[in-house]
């Protein structure tokens, strides 16, 4: 695992002899963090686009008898890299078969039936035609890794959620440690993370923070996903959707690095940008060599349309 960000930013710093500091003077740890984050999005980039198998995972949705539209995970890559999309009529495995992707001129408004295509519309997927019953689609899809951030609060009792209404009763931040209130307040929400920086809970909107009792106040709108939660001992970080771990492979902390130490020690010159170029190719270079044969088994040309070859289809 990648280490924390706190880590990499002690890591940086000395590196480029960055280690005197104050809150007035100095490069401050916002700076750093930013250049890691951009750092994350050049590399998971670089990944998804050499590698899209890499980065992947699935989603199952239940689906409502006559309802055409359904919104894609959260957590799709760019809004917009699935995959792939298939159906169940009663929602166990084995009777999943895939979805053909249409386009809008084809999307159908008559009675619904048994779907066999669907159409991407911004957010959404359009189950074509709309089911006639209930039953499941999975999403396939190159997922978004969570931004970098650092441990800003955390989390004590009487902290609770309520797993029936999706909905948390009470949040507090144990006041007797540092609370970074500005810095959570800055964006609106916050993401809860465990102590090995996996995701608990995401894009929680709040209000505002008691930094004497610790408590937060969540927006009462709020509901959260199914499978979240909130444990005492988890950790507050800033943004919708944040951790203090990268969840890119182990084999990329080097490129954070030498990405941050470049933008650190070349921030002031006006050739910063070749020297990013370098840390960059060089990482592409690495990356490519390393994933290059993922697996060894062969793989084999998909067929799409094998009604082409004499053979039903679904």
Request: with cysteine; glycine share 4%.
């Amino acid at each position: 695992m990648i280490r924390r960000v706190d880590q990499l930013i002690e890591t940086s710093r000395q590196a480029t002899e960055n280690t005197q500091y104050t809150d007035t003077a100095g490069l401050q740890d916002s700076e750093f963090i930013q250049y890691l984050n951009d750092a994350q999005d050049e590399i998971h980039a670089i990944i998804n686009n050499t590698f899209p198998s890499i980065l992947m995972k699935d989603e199952e949705i239940t689906l409502v008898s006559n309802q055409e539209a359904y919104d894609i995970p959260r957590d799709v890559y760019l809004g917009t890299r699935i995959d792939l999309v298939e159906f169940s009529f009663s929602g166990n495995q084995q009777n999943y078969y895939p979805l053909k992707k249409g386009s809008m001129k084809e999307r159908l408004n008559g009675v619904p039936g048994n779907p066999s295509f669907y159409i991407r519309r911004s957010n959404q997927v359009l189950i074509q035609p709309r089911p006639q019953s209930s039953g499941k689609i999975r999403i396939t899809y190159q997922y978004s890794i969570p931004k970098l951030d650092v441990r800003r609060g955390q989390v004590i009792a009487p902290t609770a959620v309520d797993p029936v209404t999706k909905t948390i009763t009470n949040l507090y931040l144990d006041p007797l440690q540092v609370i970074q209130d500005q810095e959570l307040l800055s964006q609106n929400y916050i993401s809860i993370i465990d102590k090995n920086g996996v995701v608990q809970m995401r894009s929680i909107p709040i209000t505002a923070i008691n930094t004497t009792t610790g408590q937060v106040t969540v927006d009462p709108s709020f509901t959260f996903k199914d499978g979240e939660t909130i444990s005492v001992g988890d950790y507050a970080c800033k943004g919708e959707f944040s951790s203090t771990n990268s969840q890119l492979p182990d084999i990329c902390e080097r490129f954070l690095l030498e990405y941050c130490n470049t933008r650190i020690l070349m921030r002031d010159s006006n050739t910063d940008q070749d020297a990013i170029s370098a840390v960059m190719s060089k990482a592409q270079d690495t990356i490519t060599k390393a994933f290059a044969e993922p697996d060894s088994d062969p793989g084999y040309v998909a067929i799409l349309d094998p009604q082409y070859f004499g053979w039903d289809i679904f």
